[in-house]
């Protein structure tokens, strides 16, 4: 019963799974250093296509200086269930025999999966003389290979060597330096982890960048015999000085044994590398870009906008990666100043790298941009400056422009379109002012302010200014109240101070003024103007205050008289004549009136 | 005589020409050398409101926030009410890191928008002096002819009430521009401490920019008050006196 189960989910769980996904189809060909008594295998994996079936070459296999070892690949399959889904891979590998020595291209094959057409790529095939078959070594004695004998010592040295390594001996200064630490061991050679150490030389010279990579393995030949690599160790170096640079040799102590049998004995032996010698030029002066900040190697920069045609007030994300192979720890951060003046620019955090085989190939910068008005822009990347080690010369990367559209935003209460603000840094660069030009006029180095005590003086002046006059007014207005209260008392004094002058005078200025000073005295005395006084009225008034009829006809003769001597004038003594008379009846008119 | 004029000639020819080749380092954008020139001028005795102005310019275009900032405030005392200083303090103001912070005199004039922001002092006390005199001869009038119409004590009535508004005003804004206690911070982040010694505690942390009064003063420190109160000790060098 069990078993059934287990065959119908074999077969019947893979089967349908594999025709409800679309086949995934990766080739490998390996070695690329074969001899020519060796096979180059062509895998071609894929997974999730029909089962059994051999993929197609709608082209024909094309072989070119290889041909192959057996008509039919031979096949493998497996089969894995994660997470309750099935994945079924199936490996189809022809084996491949080189014709003759060389370096020659396998072309790429046109493959065809469940009626899809897949390409294998180009692949660089280096092809030896005959390997020599070393394989014998597994018959011998573990003890008789590393045996320290004099006799053995050649060929134990051929069987197990360390080596460092850089892929050219003249670098430019900050231009990285792979270096690679391999163990070369014939094939049945083993090395246990346990009890072997590595000691790497001191790097004094240089920087050291760790690669971040997983120890591997590949096959080389040598001197006609194939070795197993083990790449131990790979930094990056980056020398600190020009000239000649050495580095020391690395040191071995490695458990090894030949065979996989249980019995295999473990013996301890010590390897060390070369030393290397390394030739570091200096960077040429001339031609350097204004934009170099040390970066060697051959560098490029991409850019994009997440969108091309946004409204104000939205923002927009722009990706910006330099990418390439380099000494990517001198790229400087991207700031995009050049951009605030239009754009209100947030930095993304820091920047991402991607890596391939344990080396940086790009860095990528996001920013989001707040534009602060409508319009279409023109955002260029930036651009990085560089030297090529390879052509010798220094390069700037390429001008790139990105368009971006910006729509009228929406607007706000008052007015205002809604755009965000970054704190701390200056933005509004282009709302600024501009600076005063023309002459450049006093100089003094005092401020001139008028003082507002000013304002107060004033203020206070015309306060104090209102109230003088008012009092002036006032007293004004009460001396007369005064005068007029006491005009009857001064009515006599008066009198005597309008006919005082007329002693000097005669004829009509005599008279008038004798008259004047007669009908005045009556004015004052009853507080009336004088020139509404009338003989009538004072014979009236007398009557009225019961004054004796005589004192009325003395006025009214004074005032006959008066009248007379106009018309014929007299002589001094009868204008002193008169103006007695007059005085005396005045005199005698305020006796009783008072 | 002659020597002295001869002499005094000589040193405006040379400020007028510092001026013009510090005005052109600006327009060619070489703001660095803008700025020595300015100070060049200042450093040779003349100043003025125009020279404090395009400096603030061109430190804030070498993005040098607090030094801009300073001789914005220092224009501002020698040209009270110019639109440009306005204009471009306030943008530094938005620039700093600190929120902005008033003094109280500046949080009230602000709150009588019409007459602080957008009438300078000149325009303030002139006004406010016209309109008090009006109101003093109206006042005259009336006292000398009282019957002389109703009309005339409305004149009075309200030349009176903007006068002495406007006074009131002018004496805030003076207040304002002859102080010589407020300073700016010029370092780029400043922590105040609780006493003048490294050894206090710290009180809160201010950055460029900002402005201050100036409460008390120590060797090497001064204590200083923000407008919301906070106030502490800070090492001399990183402010300057407007």
């Not at chain 1, 990517?328 to 209100?344: G, H, M, P, Q, Y």
């Not at chain 1, 009538?536 to 003769?557: C, Q, S, W, Y």
């Amino acid at each position: 019963m069990r078993r059934i189960g287990f065959l119908a989910l074999v077969l019947l769980l893979p089967g349908s799974a594999a025709f409800a996904q679309d086949p995934n189809v990766t080739f490998s060909i390996a070695p690329r250093e074969v001899g020519l008594n060796e096979l180059v295998q062509f895998t071609i994996q894929v997974e999730g296509g029909p089962r059994g079936r051999a993929p197609n070459f709608p082209n024909g296999f094309e072989l070119g200086d290889f041909e192959l070892a057996q008509r039919r690949p031979s096949t493998s399959m497996q089969t894995t269930i994660v997470n309750g889904k099935v994945t079924s891979t199936n490996s189809y590998t022809y084996l491949l025999r080189p014709t003759k020595k060389g370096t020659f291209e396998l072309p790429s094959q046109a493959v065809q999966v469940a009626g899809k057409t897949f390409q294998s790529p180009k692949t660089q095939i280096s092809v030896k003389d005959e390997v020599r078959n070393l394989r014998s070594t597994r018959s011998r004695s573990p003890i008789d290979s590393f045996q320290n004998d004099r006799r053995n010592q050649r060929q134990q040295q051929a069987e197990i060597f360390a080596e460092m390594s850089t892929s050219k001996s003249e670098y430019f200064i900050g231009e990285p330096i792979a270096f690679q630490v391999k163990i070369f061991r014939t094939p049945g050679v083993n090395i246990s982890s346990n009890g072997s150490s590595m000691s790497l030389p001191d790097f004094r010279d240089f920087w050291v960048e760790e690669v971040d990579r997983e120890t591997w393995q590949d096959t080389v030949i040598r001197d006609s015999k194939r070795y197993e690599v083990d790449i131990l160790a790979e930094r990056l170096l980056y020398a600190n000085k020009t000239g000649k640079l050495t580095v020391d040799p690395t040191e071995f102590e490695l458990a090894v044994s030949v065979g996989r049998s249980f019995f295999a004995d473990w013996q301890r032996v010590r390897r060390s590398t070369n030393a290397l010698e390394l030739t570091i030029k200096p960077l040429p002066a001339e031609g350097k870009p204004a934009n170099f900040t040390g970066l060697v190697g051959s560098f490029s920069v991409k850019g994009e906008l997440d969108k091309s045609s946004i409204s104000l007030g939205d923002s927009v994300s722009l990706k910006v990666e330099i990418a390439g192979d380099g000494n990517f720890a001198a790229v400087s951060d991207i700031t995009l100043d050049n951009l605030k003046r239009d754009f209100e620019v947030y930095e993304g955090g820091t920047p991402t790298s991607e890596t391939r085989g344990g080396r940086v190939i790009s860095k990528t910068w996001v920013f989001a941009l707040v534009p602060k008005r409508e319009g279409d822009y023109q955002i260029p990347l930036p651009r990085v400056g560089f030297f090529n080690t390879e052509e010798g010369r220094y390069h700037t990367s390429a001008e790139k422009i990105l368009n971006l559209e910006v729509t009228p935003g929406e607007r706000l209460a008052g007015g205002q379109v809604s755009v965000g603000r970054e704190s701390g840094t200056i933005l509004a660069e282009q709302n600024l002012n501009y600076i005063k030009l023309g002459d450049l006029g006093d100089i003094s180095g005092k401020p001139k302010l008028q003082r507002p005590m000013l304002l107060v003086q004033t203020a206070a002046g015309f306060l104090v200014l209102d109230l003088l006059v008012f009092v002036g007014l006032l007293m004004r207005s009460r001396g007369q109240d005064h005068k007029n209260r006491f005009r009857s008392k001064y009515a006599w004094k008066n009198f005597q101070k309008a006919v005082g002058p007329l002693k000097s005078k005669e004829g009509e200025p005599f008279y008038a003024g004798l008259a004047d000073a007669l009908l005045g005295y009556f004015g004052d005395k009853w507080d009336r103007p004088a020139q509404g006084i009338s003989l009538e009225m004072i014979r009236n008034r007398l009557e009225k205050d019961g004054i004796e009829p005589t004192h009325f006809d003395d006025v009214n003769a004074c005032m006959e008289s008066i009248e007379l001597a106009r018309f014929t004038p007299g002589s001094a003594g009868a204008r002193e004549q008169l103006l007695n008379k007059t005085v005396a009846t005045v005199k005698s008119l305020e006796g009783v009136l008072s | 005589m002659i020597m002295s004029l001869a002499l005094c000639l000589l040193y405006s020819a040379s400020t007028d020409g510092l001026w013009q080749e510090a005005n052109q380092a600006y327009q060619e954008e070489r703001f660095d050398i803008a700025a020595e020139k300015y100070e060049s001028l200042l450093a040779e005795g003349a100043e003025n409101g125009k020279i404090h102005y395009n400096l603030g310019n061109a430190y804030f275009k070498s993005q040098k926030l607090g030094k801009a900032i300073l001789h914005y405030y220092r224009a501002e005392k020698f040209l009270p009410g110019d639109d440009d200083i306005h204009n471009n303090l306030t943008l530094a103001n938005e620039s700093r890191v600190d929120p902005i912070i008033e003094n109280e005199d500046e949080a009230f004039l602000r709150s009588v928008d019409l007459l602080w922001n957008r009438m300078n002092y000149s325009t303030v006390f002139y006004l406010s002096l016209l309109f008090l005199v009006v109101g003093g001869l109206a006042s005259l009038v009336i006292v000398i002819r009282p019957k002389s119409g109703k009309w005339l004590g409305y004149v009075m009535v309200i030349g009176a009430t903007l006068g002495l508004l406007l006074m009131g005003t002018a004496f805030l804004q003076y207040r304002q521009l002859s102080r010589n206690d407020f300073a700016v911070i010029l370092a780029a982040q400043v922590e105040v401490l609780a006493g003048p010694s490294t050894r206090e505690t710290v009180n809160f942390t201010i950055h460029e920019g900002i402005r201050c009064q100036i409460l008390d003063e120590s060797p090497g420190w001064f204590r200083i008050r923000l407008a919301n109160g906070y106030n502490g000790w800070v090492p001399r060098a990183v402010l300057e006196v407007i």
